[in-house]
């Protein structure tokens, strides 16, 4: 497991799921990437590709902070969009990782970072690839199959028509969404880090 982090269910008519995690909600995540986050060190953050080829990490516990998150997922496609809500660089973008289709678990959904992402700004349309250098590393490491990078490669082009078109996930955003103050904070399971991967 590269990550698990619990997320409020918004919406899911068993193929669009639409998720929210915000301020306080406590996860799973690679030891490298938080310390890189917590340091701002290049060279850390860049260990972690090399430890998912070797398949050797760390997981770390970590506390989202700074921003809300809204998330949508379409079965079967090679991507997931994501827009963070709060008083950041990133409001106002849409944050697009591409990954692969995700998979219903007992305790959720199953998915894999292809660790490509596009960053759309709403109202412009503009757009800035990014981690192209870790991804063609992660091609390298055999991280990235040949298969797979087919997939993405007609995904790229799908997600650029969409949005230019402002469909799917591009159709509307949620600049003033804010979690419920009576929401309970989710949290997951005692045994998530031991429930079989869905793939």
Not at 52 to 69: C, E, I, P, V, Y
Not at 94 to 120: K, M, Q
């Amino acid at each position: 497991m590269w990550t698990a982090a619990p997320h409020r269910v918004l919406a899911d008519d068993g193929t669009q799921l639409m998720l929210a995690c915000w301020p306080g909600v406590q996860m799973y995540a690679p030891a490298t990437w938080i310390s890189w986050l917590r340091s701002g060190d290049a060279s850390v953050r860049a260990q972690a590709v090399p430890d998912m080829a070797a398949g050797q990490w760390q997981l770390g516990q970590w506390t989202w902070r700074d921003t809300s998150l809204l998330s949508r997922f379409s079965a079967g496609d090679y991507f997931s969009v994501h827009q963070f809500l709060g008083g950041t660089a990133r409001a106002g973008q849409w944050y697009v990782n591409f990954e692969l289709p995700y998979l219903r678990t007992p305790i959720g959904i199953d998915s894999f970072d292809l660790l490509l992402d596009l960053v759309v700004d709403i109202d412009t349309l503009g757009y800035q690839w990014k981690d192209e250098d870790e991804y063609a590393h992660g091609r390298r490491l055999g991280v990235i199959a040949d298969r797979v990078h087919a997939e993405v490669e007609q995904t790229r082009a799908r997600v650029l028509a969409l949005i230019a078109a402002r469909q799917g996930p591009f159709m509307q955003h949620h600049p003033d969404w804010q979690p419920d103050p009576g929401w309970r904070l989710p949290v997951l399971p005692p045994d998530a880090l031991d429930v079989p991967a869905g793939r």
